[in-house]
């Protein structure tokens, strides 16, 4: 996340930032990123990244998180109670990916998936309550997974989907 002192900049300098992290980001796997590039995109002071940033790390999940909220922006909210409605995750899952393709985080996606992902760990899946709760966190995890899949072999997209239309169907 970002330190107080970003909070205060200007819109312009965000903007520029962001634009600068995204490009790096985009580019070179988090293990190969400099500040140096991204300074110098920005415009800005190497101290002052320091200022807004604990490090690079800090810096990309900051973006990362700007790119998942703008992409699951107009994703439906999916009831954990009712039956799990095959077609809803099945189009909830089309959307993101039609909103990775046409966005401008597409190749940090990518680069997420294929060189950061791990570089934050493993973190256990969110734990869905409600009558079908269990159901429910099995349609996202194959969804989430099916995401993955399509990101990294995008020739493949028609093929995991009926996949994962095929797995829903058996919940």
């Given at each position: 996340m970002t330190l107080p002192t970003f909070d205060h900049l200007s819109a312009d300098k965000k903007t520029r930032i962001q634009t600068a992290l995204l490009s790096e980001f985009s580019q070179y796997p988090l293990a190969d990123a400099q500040v140096a590039r991204i300074v110098s995109q920005a415009e800005i002071a190497r101290g002052a990244f320091y200022k807004y940033f604990t490090d690079l790390t800090d810096a990309y999940?900051?973006?990362?998180?700007?790119?998942?909220?703008?992409?699951?922006?107009?994703?439906?909210?999916?009831?954990?109670?009712?039956?799990v409605e095959t077609k809803a995750y099945v189009a909830a899952t089309r959307t993101f990916l039609l909103g990775v393709k046409g966005s401008k985080y597409k190749q940090l996606i990518y680069?997420?998936?294929?060189?950061?992902e791990n570089a934050f760990g493993v973190q256990a899946s969110r734990i869905i309550s409600g009558t079908n709760g269990a159901n429910h966190w099995a349609a996202e995890v194959?969804?989430?997974?099916?995401?993955?899949?399509?990101?990294?072999?995008p020739a493949q997209a028609a093929v995991r989907l009926t996949q994962l239309e095929d797995a829903?169907?058996?919940l």
């Open positions: 999940t900051y973006l990362f998180g700007i790119a998942m909220r703008d992409i699951h922006a107009g994703l439906p909210r999916l009831d954990s109670d009712g039956p680069m997420h998936f294929s060189h950061n194959l969804s989430h997974q099916t995401l993955r899949d399509v990101l990294l072999d829903l169907n058996k």
